[in-house]
């Protein structure tokens, strides 16, 4: 098995860790940072604002099993595409939505997968979801990894309460 990783930013990395951890093929969610300027940066200055680094998820998988078509159709379905200064009630760069792409196939794939969104007219505004290339992946904290299975009652409150299970139930 070639192992393959793909990394997405759709607001508080909490919530992108589940919608992907269960499907087959899904090796590894990993919670964490990246696209800043700081190396090994902690929550609380990721919070600050200052490193520019962006909540994000490392995804490993087993492309013989789940392509990266298929992850991108799972994020997009996480997300509010067309919000470029977060993602629900989480505001500013650091939970702004972007594809981090590995390399010019999955590159073309995001920048399809954008087109299509966009071509679907599932959304009246622009679909603003940025695509960058990869930076170095920081994992976060402990306590940050498989909050959903960790603090279940919790994580449930939060993807309620921010407004992001709401709008998925809506627009997807």
Not at 60 to 75: A, G, N, R
Not at 98 to 107: L, P, R
Not at 113 to 137: M, N, W
Request: hydrophobic share 30%; with cysteine.
């Amino acid at each position: 098995m070639a192992e393959k990783k793909a990394i997405f930013a759709g607001g508080c990395f909490w919530c992108m860790v589940q919608p992907f951890d269960q499907y087959p093929g899904i090796i590894s969610v990993v919670s964490g940072y990246t696209g800043g300027h700081v190396p090994n940066p902690t929550y609380q200055e990721v919070c600050r604002g200052n490193t520019g680094h962006t909540e994000a998820v490392e995804i490993t998988y087993d492309p013989d099993v789940i392509s990266y078509e298929d992850l991108l159709k799972i994020y997009w379905q996480q997300t509010d595409p067309t919000d470029a200064m977060g993602q629900f009630v989480d505001r500013g760069d650091s939970y702004r939505p972007v594809i981090f792409y590995a390399d010019e196939e999955q590159k073309q794939a995001a920048f399809d997968s954008k087109a299509a969104l966009e071509a679907s007219g599932r959304f009246d505004d622009p679909i603003v979801t940025q695509i960058e290339p990869a930076q170095t992946f920081y994992p976060a904290e402990d306590y940050h990894q498989d909050f959903y299975k960790k603090n279940p009652e919790h994580y449930q409150r939060y993807r309620r309460g921010s407004g992001r299970q709401s709008f998925i139930d809506e627009n997807w």
